[in-house]
């Protein structure tokens, strides 16, 4: 844990150069804006510590697979998100000598990433090697206004000298990526041109054929007036510069703006890039910095307006929150359904920038309750439109008749995922897909969903967990042997309670699916029936299924059992471990955390997370108490879920523990990784712990629940939620909950099951003491 930036309210800030914490720096302080991001590198040379990395969101790469020893049914590739094009970059000579942070003494170094308008920003006194000071002020920006710009304002002024600066703006597409297995390179050139004021470069990646094009122009200014300057282009391989020389005075301000433009063959047909790039950077040119950054503010205060949550009384919880859901609108802004949420988003390699369950798991209640419907609706088509691959993938397991298991890890529909404990067996995350279906209808009521998409991929998904069990007569019940659960600490175990659980659900919901769209068209459902070849006796199969499924138990404890030889283990609870031997996977052998009792993340507490409402609150309370004293939760995305359930439980104390531990996850390098990326996917999970943990906010029957309740150090906090058009803040304070209803749709809702309507822009004020606590 590292506690070097400061609290701020709508900022991070570190104040002070903490050359030994860059590459974690680098991940906290990245940009993104949905189309493509950033990690924070700096402008001008840096040979300190450093990670390069600029990404284009849906351009990928197929690395070829590395294993050990091969495994029939590994995919042939990892698909990875690519680094590429650098148009950040800004060399700086001071009278001759590179300007390089790593060789200078560096005084008043302070960054900040402005979360309330969307920028980054730099600013440092710095004395090279010959004596030479200059003040710098770096701000840049990637637009959500207009997706395809990013623009730099840089100024370098002279406090010791007059003299020349040497400024070369460039675009650098020579890259690699940290994580390529054979350290090859993913890009060819194309095409590059670099002229007087202005140079640009296209690359296409190999194997897969994307092509990028990134543009640059620039312009200097001196005492706030643009000045005419000598510039000579440079060009070399995958590599276009400008070199500026400017004259500059002591105690004088010279700014150089790079505007930059970044379009792809995703958006663009080939021959169109270098025009469209063109196009961009006209625009750019034309409104200038100051009002592409003022243009930039506008549109993040209306991020805000739907999505911010306020905190009083605790501003490094205020901070957590606003960063989390800054990385989240950064991340995906779901405009365009080939793309989705990379656990570590714009921020680092890591993962490969690919699709997990994460995303239904995790974000998708994030984007309902936040976002415009078609966000969540395109994460769900972006499933749909890869079902013929899921289908694929099953194949190549050896399933049939139209089974669909979908990647653990995908970019395009395909597996990439190759550890076979993992690939083969953590096939729970079918099951995150059918629920995410499910919770969408639940939040939007948009059921007509089932018969567009939703239907075909639930039925694909069910044929595959018809397959995936067997009757085991010795317990003349349907058991799933070698899987692996949420929890990775242990694999190839039989009969983990949640992955049955889901399965089963699975095969109910798809039956419940397939009837609906046969009751409201039977149009369509036939036309369904003869596109998969379905047949009745199917639903048969899945009924029996449903009914004698197998669920490990320990009726003494009364308690699920994660899987059927969990008690065989030797119990041990974490909080009996060593301080030394964490976390586990940095000082234990993996057979010694395989063979140990130790629970990585959520997994019966998954199940009970997603199904509360088939569970009464002590058969919650009871697995709670059993399952959280042995769980780790050296996975990020665990301590939400857990949040969420001590709230629940009406363990406040322990909810606000885990919600710190989410929020504040990457701010203050929790789990020793935020180098490698932040955990982007959990940032939604940490907006669940607030929302959902202590707003208790649920959907039942299609009307919203709430069950607010404070946490102590907290003078009120206040959310907001778009539901089936109606737009809510919620605010709880000391005293009560208020509920503005801020559209015109009049709405009614539950609070401590007491039924509320709010009318169109008004309130509703519910003290303290009108509230029956169910707890
Ligand atoms: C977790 C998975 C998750 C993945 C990506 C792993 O550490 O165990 O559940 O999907 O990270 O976030």
Redesign the pocket.
Known sequence: MKQYLEINEWSIVEEGFHREHNKISESVFSLGNGRFGQRANFEEDFTGETMQGNYVAGVYYPDKTRVGWWKNGYPEYFAKVLNATNWVGIKVEVEGENFDLEHCEVKEFTRELNMREGYLLRSFVAKLKNGKEIKVIAQRFCSIVNDDLGAIRYSVTPLNFSGSIKFTPYLDGDIKNQDANYDEKFWDEVSKTADAGSAYITLKTRKTGFEVCTGMRFSVSQNGQTINFESKPIAREKFVANEIIVQAQQGEETVLYKYAAIVSSLNHAPADLLAACKKGLDLAERKGYETLLQEQAAAWATKWEESDIVIEGDAAAQQAIRFNIFQLNQTYTGEDERLNIG??GFTGEK?GGST???TE?YCIPFYLATADQKVAKNLLLYRHKQLDRAIENAGKLGFKDGAALYP??TMNGEECHNEWEITFE?IH?NGAIAYAIYDYIRYTGDESYLTEAGAEVLAGIARFWAQRVNWSEDRQKYVMLGVTG???YENNVNNNWYTNYIASWCLEYAAYALNYVNGQTPDKYAALVSKINFKTTELEKWAHIVENMHYPEDKKLGVYLQQDGYLDKEQILVKDLPAADRPLNQKWSWDRILRSCFI??ADVLQGLFFFEDKFDVETIRRNFDFYEPRTVH????SPCVHAILAAKLGDEKRAYEFYLRTSRLDLDDYNNDTEDGC?T??MAGTWMSVVQGFGGMRVRNGQLHFAPFIPGKWNSFSFKVGFRGALLKVKTHRNGTSIQNQSNKPISLFVYEQEYTVGANSEVEIKKEDLVSSK
């Open positions: 656990p570590k993962y997990y369950w994460d798991a653990m890890v953590e995350r949420p929890n990775e990585k993340q050296e996975s990020s995305l955990h996917t959990s």
